[in-house]
Structures are given as C-alpha cells and as structure tokens.
C-alpha cells in the first residue's frame, strides 16, 4: 500500500492509500542490478490490480511477461501497476478540482518506485503505456510533463472527442429519463441494476468531472448537454475539446521530439470509433515531423491483451538497460 499525498482530501472521498502493484522480474531479490520500468494506466473503471484478474481465454499481464521473457522476445523490465480508479470510475489520469490530481499522482508513484525498487532513475528507462482512458493519460503525461517518460506508448485511446464522445451523449440523455444521475455520482455501489444505462451515466459524468469541472455547481463539474433539452452545452462542449489530444498535439508535438520511442495503435473494428481519433493522430504527428510507430490490427476495443506482445517488445528494444 502507498499512502499518496497527492490523493489526500480529494474532493470525491476516494481513497489517498491504494494498492500499488509491481511486477519484478525473476532473479530480482539475487542480484542488486537495476532494471528498466514500465508505468502502466489501466481504462475506464479498472485498476492495477485489473491487470492481474482472471479472464477467459487470455494470459494476465504477469502470466505475459513471464512467457515474453521465457521467449526471449524480452528483456528483464520492472513494470508498475498504477491504480487511477475514482468514485465515478475514472480520473483519465488528470488533474481536476472535481477529482483530484491524478495526473501528479502518477508522477508521484514515479519518485515513490524510484526510491523502493532498483529502477533506472532516468527517461531513457521509464515508460508509459496504457488503453483506452489509459492511453490518454500516457499521451497527456507526455504532453504536460516531458522529461519523464523517454517511451510512451497509447493502446486505442481516447482522442477525436466528437467521434469517441459525441456517440455517448444521447445515450446519457436517454439514460438520466430513467435514472438520477445526482443519485449514482453521490453513491453509485448502491444503485442496481449496473447495466448500460447506468454505465452510460457513469461515463458523462467521470469525463465531465475530468474535462469540465466547475467547483460551486451541485455536481462540481457542468455536463455538456442541457439535461431537459439535450441541447449541446457549447461553452462546456468546448473545454472538453480543449483536453482532446487531436486538438493539444499540434501546439505541442515537441513534446514527443526526444523520445526513444512513441507507439500507438488501434483496432480496425473499434466499436468506440478511436480509429478515427488515431488515424488523425498520426497524421498530426507526421505533419509535425514526428518519429513514432503507428499500427492498425484486426480486432475491437476489448480483448486486445495481445497487443502488449507488440508493445512491450518494442519498449524492451527501445529502452535503456543497465549495462
């Protein structure tokens, strides 16, 4: 457990001590050598510990690393189970005055791995990599803070807001007819069922918590839509629109000059249109002059665990590794 002072008093409640998972190669108590690190930010309403779980049919990130290794596909890595999980089910890894500041929080978890395990304490061996939601926060980690993180690396995540976004926002307006979503943000373990329409306000009201926070409101943050009309709120529209990595790269692609590596890829068929999002991405980056590695695969938004075959391959030829 790490007691996190970032987290302390957040305005949601949430826990400042969680659970930091890490991975540590084998051989790791024998030796006193220092090992390269990986900080790895789970989606939408998963944790570290998520990476861990038992799921049908598929290796979990332990099991992965440990065959990859075994393989010699790759080199001996520390990897760092970050845990961004907030009442509303997500913090997109930023920080807000409605959640907290999970965007330091990372970077908190990186002095605190530093200083309790044998890692490289430079960039050249540190990175991100995450999915979804997850993916956004390595992209924004990078773009607010460079000079950490020497390889990032985005697995589908969210950019292109109208396209990721935009599709949800009649679902949420549909769902709050049926449903209180004052109720679910204040206690949403009590609400049953837990079935779409609850996810589709759950969602709004995370993003909004993230992208729109407005401190004296009764929720604390402003909703982009109007929930009597469904009307787009434009002004609140628009500072979503302000996070959206489409928009923040072209002013700060030097951001990602020095890198070692940038990596992103995306499903053909995902079914939250983040292809698009990725496909603009990596025309911006192109347009920047950008070095970066940008694949395509057959698959969806979910059930993608074997892209970190891919991934963590090209992090281990990448990264620096103690001589």
Not at 141 to 153: E, I, K
Not at 236 to 251: L, M, Y
């Amino acid at each position: 457990m790490v007691q996190s002072r970032t987290l302390t008093g957040n305005p949601l409640g949430d826990p400042s001590e969680r659970a930091l998972f890490a991975y540590l190669p084998p051989g790791y108590d024998e030796t006193r050598q220092r090992y390269p690190a990986v900080y790895f930010l789970p989606g939408f309403t998963r944790t570290g510990a998520s990476y861990l779980n038992f799921e049908a049919w598929e290796e979990n990130l332990q099991q992965r690393m440990d065959r990859l290794l075994a393989q010699g596909a790759v080199r001996p890595m520390v990897l760092v189970l970050i845990d961004g999980f907030t009442r509303l089910g997500g913090s997109q890894y930023l920080n807000s005055p409605a959640t907290g500041l999970y965007q330091d929080y990372v970077f908190e978890l990186v002095e605190h791995c530093d200083a309790a395990l044998r890692t490289i304490p430079r960039p050249s061996a540190r990175a991100v990599i995450g999915k979804s939601s997850g993916g956004f926060g390595a992209l924004r980690a990078a773009m607010d803070r460079p000079g950490t993180f020497g390889l990032v690396l985005d697995h589908s995540g969210d950019k292109y807001f109208e396209m990721c976004y935009g599709p949800s926002l009649p679902r949420f307006l549909h769902a709050c007819r049926h449903h209180d979503p004052y109720a679910l943000f204040l206690d949403p373990w009590r609400a049953r069922p837990h079935d779409q329409a609850f996810y589709d306000i759950m969602e709004i009201l995370a993003y909004s918590a993230c992208y729109s926070p407005s401190p004296r409101t009764r929720f604390g943050f402003d909703l982009p839509l109007d929930l009597d009309t469904g009307e787009i709120r434009t002004e609140v529209w628009d500072r979503w629109i302000e996070h959206d990595p489409i928009r923040r790269v072209t002013g700060r692609a030097d951001a990602f000059r020095d890198l070692q590596l940038l990596f992103l890829d995306c499903g053909t068929k995902d079914e939250f249109n983040m292809l698009v999002g990725s496909r603009l991405f990596h025309r911006r980056l192109e347009e920047a002059g950008i070095a970066h590695v940008y694949e395509e695969f057959d698959g969806g938004h979910s059930r993608t665990h074997h892209r970190y075959d891919v991934s963590l391959a090209a992090i281990s030829r990448a990264i620096e590794h103690e001589a």
